[in-house]
């Protein structure tokens, strides 16, 4: 019976989503038959995985450690193999920069953006409002400000004593219209869902993992060559950035401009009740149960 390490939670500001989404693999994987270990990971992750022996560690974990490749070169060294994308993959993917540089080389259409410290953007507008401010490497939506058009100063919650995501932060070109996702597995694209947020003005914490937060239009109702367009967008993404196993592209779409503009690949996609992978897997008709068991078949070493 091959031994599944499920490693969770972590140290992030996305550990509680991680907690979930692990809970609901190990639980999914108990149900196919596999020995599963939860491993809430910490600073002793190194001893708790060297005493577990796992044939296969699952990787659960969202944000910075378990998303940029840390995580990822532990289970390298130690010779585990493990589900998702590698060192190299996650690193570029969770810096949405280096990420957006990569993509664009490979044809994929991108926002116009500048990355800067949060304390000049701060100061005055470092582009002409609507334009959105994120982190560099976080993701769950945390630390996103919308600058819309006419504002007259930047949010002033960068420079506040609570601010957590770092002193880097991305402006972006803000696109209008439409939040649409397509994810991979492998080579197979999924089809595309259409998000429309309820609880917010877009997709954000509480649209993303309350539950009733957001409307899902699966498949997207789009124009036969927008469709293709994002689908052919997500693996050539996908593969600009060398991911395996499983990744989600998420769009903006414009309709009345008619711009569409990948906004990030994200390598490590929620696997909670909420979450969009396992629809797009259940609607192609895949059980999250197989979906699971799929990603345990697939992993290795040197991704």
């Not at 400000?145 to 002033?156: F, K, M, Q, T, Y």
């Not at 996702?181 to 429309?196: A, L, P, S």
């Not at 309350?210 to 997207?220: D, K, T």
Request: proline letters at 6%.
């Amino acid at each position: 019976m091959t031994h599944v390490a499920v490693l969770m939670g972590g140290m992030s500001a996305e550990r509680p989503v991680s907690l979930k989404s692990g809970e609901a693999c190990a639980a999914a994987l108990e149900r196919g038959g596999f020995r599963v270990t939860r491993v809430d990971v910490g600073m002793d992750v190194v001893a708790q995985l060297l005493a577990l022996k796992p044939d296969v560690a699952f990787n659960a974990l969202h944000g910075p450690m378990g998303e940029d490749g840390v995580i990822q070169g532990i289970l390298e060294f130690h010779r585990i193999p493990y589900t998702h994308s590698g060192v190299l993959a996650s690193a570029l993917a969770l810096n949405k920069d280096r990420a957006k540089a990569v993509i664009a080389r490979a044809g994929v259409p991108v926002a116009e953006h500048i990355v800067t410290s949060r304390f000049e953007a701060a100061k005055q507008h470092v582009m002409a409002p609507p334009y959105v401010v994120k982190p560099v490497n976080e993701g769950s939506s945390f630390g996103i400000l919308i600058v819309p058009e006419g504002a007259n100063r930047p949010p002033a919650e960068l420079t506040m004593p609570d601010w957590v995501y770092g002193d880097e932060v991305m402006a972006e070109h803000y696109v209008a219209g439409r939040e649409l996702t397509c994810g991979v597995f492998g080579d197979k694209v999924w089809d595309i869902i259409d998000i429309v947020p309820k609880s917010e003005s877009f997709y954000g914490y509480d649209a993303k993992y309350s539950p009733g937060g957001s409307e899902h239009i699966l498949p997207a109702r789009l124009k036969p060559n927008i469709y293709q367009d994002i689908q052919k967008f997500t693996l050539l993404a996908h593969r600009a950035l060398g991911c395996r196993g499983v990744s989600r592209a998420d769009f903006r779409y414009d309709p009345d401009k008619d711009e569409l503009v990948c906004l990030e690949v994200n390598t490590q996609p929620g696997m909670t009740e909420t979450s969009l992978v396992p629809e797009m897997a259940a609607h192609a008709g895949m059980s999250f149960e197989a979906l699971v068991a799929a990603m345990v078949e697939d992993a290795s070493c040197q991704r």
